[in-house]
């Protein structure tokens, strides 16, 4: 090669590095962490050549069906650590056009607090989870990344006379859980979380820190039970207390279709929603296998929980629902915090310390949910033909949790969540794996799919309702998640919403127009 011909070389080799190397330091990501305080970089972020990034992303993985080689990974996990920290990164995620997955929990079943399919970033809460209970007005500040745990915990520690209306799974972090609703066993007595929380601090998308009051009343009514991760970012919520008896009963009675069970759940349908508000039995068909041929049958696990003594829960169930056969020996007294392991399933005197459980990297299952709202009850016949297509399935089961009560006197309007008189109950169907072959998850979701097909008759309709929470990408999603097409939005927004799904949207596009807050199911914006 003649001297020519070299430097020609050397300039082109060198031209090339030189734009692979600028290529690389103006890539958004880079950009995304230059723009960030040095001190947040080095403290709370952490990128896939951070030795930690794996224990941090999959620390809140609870659904196995998103913790895989190929699952999308984010281009960086901020782990916040006090308000500031999330100023600057919406800040510098909006400039460079980066999404922000938000979590808390990380419960969401189809995974969007985590997962993206654009390039994306988490956001993580579990640092900000202090609780701060204020006996003299019984009320709470929580920050999104308490769990329901260490929130009730913290409640009891200071009265065993209050409580909070939320879910029965004490591992859900505040900050999504509380913003698309809250249900749990006190609901038919004081109703959802949404309609107990008195106050919220959150960041909007120019980075400024809002409460109530200067958020304004629309955007405070959006973030309680519109899905705050559609508007901005939850830093804490104040909750109203609730005045519980010192001590409440909780029961678990099981019976087999076998031994006619079909009866009773076709009664429980017509009284579980009108007994006193006090009361609360979720009905949970499973399958279970019995005998030693291990003949699989469908079983009914009825699980109550009532406010008060014992002798006036019995004469109660006595009167409105014999059926059940409840005994005196079927029942246990005990504080309303240790009533919260008995409904998660722990066993009568674990410790009060498993609510305060740290996060860790969890051994989720593979998971398929769905969700559906019965307003007639479904005729023997029909849940007889129910029962023999649970048996085809594999670990499915479902949980029938009865409203009336508080429910049946809140407004559809006053809050996001929609769902209150005229149902009988909710429906939350679960399809649980640990096969982790594609072939065995891809039976598991289409069974999931032709059980929810086959309840259509005996479901709501028009539109087919759907709790935000259970969350459910078959209804509707936007993919790619970068762009929110409003008619795909209407059809899983009207599922979740129903009338407020405008006002919702009026909210979004007055408080985020650029809609920079965005996931596959969020609230779109409206054409301007």
């Known amino acids: 090669m003649d001297t020519m011909g070299k430097l020609f070389f050397l300039t082109a080799t060198l031209t090339i590095v030189l734009f692979n190397s600028t290529t690389a330091a103006t890539s958004p990501i880079q950009h995304f962490l230059n723009c960030l305080p040095h001190s947040l970089v080095s403290e709370v972020t952490y990128t896939p050549n951070n030795a930690s990034f794996s224990t941090i992303l999959n620390m809140k993985i609870q659904n196995k069906r998103f913790k895989t080689a190929t699952t999308p990974k984010p281009l960086a996990i901020i782990t916040a650590k006090d308000d ?36 994306f970033i988490i956001l993580d809460m579990f640092h900000l989870n202090s609780v701060d209970i204020n006996l003299q007005e019984s009320t709470a500040w929580v920050e999104s990344g308490a769990t329901l745990g260490k929130i009730y915990y913290n409640i009891a520690n200071k009265s065993n006379k209050l409580a909070f209306p939320s879910g029965v799974c004490f591992t859900l972090g505040a900050g999504g859980h509380f913003s698309g609703g809250g249900y749990g066993n006190l609901m038919r007595k004081f109703g959802l979380s949404v309609d107990n929380i008195i106050d919220a601090k959150m960041v909007d998308v120019k980075g400024n820190i809002l409460d109530r009051k200067s958020m304004g009343e629309d955007l405070f009514w959006a973030i309680r039970g519109g899905g705050g991760a559609s508007f901005g970012v939850i830093l804490s919520w104040k909750l109203q207390l609730v005045p519980v008896t010192p001590q409440v009963i909780v029961f678990d009675v099981k019976r087999n279709v076998s031994e006619g069970a079909t009866d009773i759940v076709y009664k429980w349908q017509l009284i579980a929603p009108k007994l006193h508000k006090d009361l609360f039995i979720r009905a949970q068909p499973n399958v279970v296998q ?34 059940l056969g409840l005994n005196k020996s ?20 674990t410790p009060l310390e498993v609510l305060l459980d740290e996060p860790k990297d969890p051994q989720p299952l593979y998971q398929k949910n769905k969700s559906d709202y019965v307003k007639k009850p479904i005729p023997r016949e029909a849940l007889e033909s129910i029962w023999k297509l649970m048996i085809e399935g594999e670990n499915f089961l479902m949980q029938w949790n009865p409203y009336g009560g508080r429910m049946e006197e809140i407004l559809p309007s006053e809050t996001p969540f929609s769902h209150r008189a005229g149902n009988l109950f909710l429906i939350q169907y679960l399809n649980i794996w640990s096969n982790e072959s594609s072939e065995v998850s891809e039976r598991h979701v289409n069974f999931s799919r032709s059980f929810f097909e086959f309840m259509t008759p005996y479901v709501s309709t028009s539109p087919r309702e759907a709790f935000l929470n259970y969350r459910d990408a078959d209804i509707g999603a936007n993919h790619p998640s970068n762009v929110t097409r409003f008619d795909i939005a209407k059809t899983y927004g009207s599922k979740f919403f129903k009338g407020n799904f405008e006002r919702l949207v009026s909210v979004k596009t007055k408080v985020d127009p650029q809609n920079f807050f965005r996931y596959e199911q969020s609230i779109p914006t409206r054409s301007l």
Request: hydrophobic share 35%.
């Open 290 to 323: 019995i005998g030693q041929e291990g003949k699989k049958v469908v079983q009914i696990s009825f699980i109550g929980q009532f406010l008060g003594k014992i002798e006036r829960l019995l004469t109660l169930m006595n009167k409105e629902f014999p059926e």
């Open 84 to 119: 500031s920290h999330i100023q600057e990164t919406i800040k510098c995620a909006k400039s460079n056009n980066i999404q922000i997955r938000i979590r808390s929990g990380g419960h969401d079943y189809e995974g969007f607090s985590y997962v993206s399919d654009v390039p």
């Open 330 to 349: 079927d029942c246990f007294s005990m504080p309303w915090i240790n009533s919260t392991l008995f409904w998660y399933g722990e066993p009568i005197g």
